[in-house]
């Protein structure tokens, strides 16, 4: 995948395909200036020995060629998506970390979709994640009947977590999963068996041209999201990202209609923030469905309108608080925090599991005497 550059993509809207065609950039180095004069190829090369990855790296013309598009090139697309990792890098880091993989891996969006979520290939591949129809199925996603789970972050980075994890369980080597991750395992398969070895530097000859640049292009993003202020990058503001975004899990059928007016919140940003939902509703669901929303005091409307008058008075004889879930947070700490239990917090939540994710509000119902004990 080579977004911004050479990708006609289409953007998935609420009820609307639009398709957008990203020509080519013509630019080149005279273009950029001032990029430009803060190009040296050996100051690259002395970064990327410090870079930790999980595939091996080298600094070759592949490599330095797809650097010097991002910084230099692609500067303005670059800024873009480097603006959009504020919203989702701690979403990937928190369940990389669930899943026991490397955290580098965050970086693989950033060549997949430039990190938009509505993104759509020519073949069909969909999401931050680029998942196809079947993977994303195989993986434990909902794709049709008004949901496109590929376009839910929360859901399509765990199932691009299980499916990371199940070709590093078959190929051992994080350079093979990334290009099997491009290719497919079978094309990977058959350029180790072609090539007599599982050294991905002697293997990626025998793989398809695209999947050859796709490790390259890996370290190349990784290098400039570490190293982008070093290139005077300046990341771009996303207009509707502000840490005051919280996410509930929802149970039961809600529309977006519904949710707007009971919060307030504008329907075009419940769209842009829930593009899963592509017809604006929130189908009735067993296990949970995220639903992101722009502040706490829109989750505290839905809440109170979602909640049973049972809940309500159950609350009304405890202190009511929430807790918004950090990175790195899991339930046993948030209750250790609290004074409570996982089974309080679950019941509380109606949670059928103890996953939470990044910036996921926990309703609280704690006794009236906690703050006395916090004293």
Same mark, same amino acid.
């Given at each position: ?262 919060? $307030?919140? %504008? &329907?075009?940003?419940? +769209?842009? @923030?829930?593009?899963?939902? #592509?017809?604006? =509703?929130?189908?009735?669901? !067993? ?40 990175? $790195?947070? %899991? &339930?046993?700490?948030? +209750?250790? @925090?609290?004074?409570?239990? #996982?089974?309080? =917090?679950?019941?509380?939540? !109606? ?25």
């Amino acid at each position: 995948m080579y977004f911004p550059w050479t990708r006609v993509a289409t953007f998935v809207a609420l009820a609307a395909i639009v398709v957008i065609a990203n020509t080519p950039l013509q630019l080149n180095a005279a273009s950029n200036p001032e990029a430009a004069a803060n190009w040296n190829a050996q100051v690259v090369k002395d970064r990327l020995v410090k870079l930790q990855l999980p595939v091996p790296i080298q600094s070759n013309e592949q490599v330095m060629t797809r650097i010097r598009q991002y910084v230099i090139t692609g500067k303005t697309e670059t800024e873009a998506i480097l603006g959009r990792t504020n919203l989702y890098f701690p979403i990937f880091e928190h369940q990389l970390r669930a899943h026991g993989l490397p955290e580098e891996l965050k970086f693989l969006p950033l060549i997949e979709s430039g990190l938009l979520i509505t993104i759509k290939s020519p073949v069909g591949a969909t999401g931050v994640w680029q998942l196809m129809t079947v993977s994303a199925r195989h993986f434990g996603l909902q794709v049709g009947s008004g949901v496109d789970e590929r376009m839910d972050i929360y859901r399509s980075t765990e199932a691009a977590m299980k499916m990371l994890k199940f070709l590093h369980n078959k190929f051992g080597d994080w350079a093979l999963v990334l290009a099997a991750y491009n290719s497919g395992a079978g094309k990977v398969d058959e350029a180790i068996r072609m090539a007599g070895t599982k050294d991905y530097w002697k293997v990626k000859e025998y793989l398809p041209k695209e999947t050859q640049r796709y490790v390259p292009a890996f370290i190349a993003a990784a290098y400039v999201a570490k190293f982008h202020r070093q290139h005077n990058l300046r990341p771009s503001s996303m207009s509707y990202f502000t840490p005051e975004l919280r996410t509930l899990r929802i149970y039961r059928r809600v529309t977006f209609g519904e949710i707007s007016r009971v919060t $307030g919140a %504008n &329907l075009t940003l419940l +769209a842009r @923030l829930n593009p899963a939902f #592509v017809q604006g =509703i929130i189908p009735e669901s !067993k296990e949970g469905r995220f639903l992101i929303l722009p502040n706490e005091k829109a989750t505290l409307a839905l809440r109170e309108y979602l909640s049973s008058t049972e809940e309500k008075a159950a609350g009304k004889n405890a202190f009511r608080t929430t807790y918004v879930v950090s990175k $790195g947070d %899991n &339930l046993e700490q948030v +209750a250790k @925090l609290f004074q409570t239990s #996982v089974d309080d =917090i679950m019941k509380w939540n !109606k949670l059928n599991d103890a996953k939470i994710v990044v910036r996921q509000e926990l309703l609280l119902l704690l006794p009236k005497t906690f703050l006395l004990n916090r004293a």
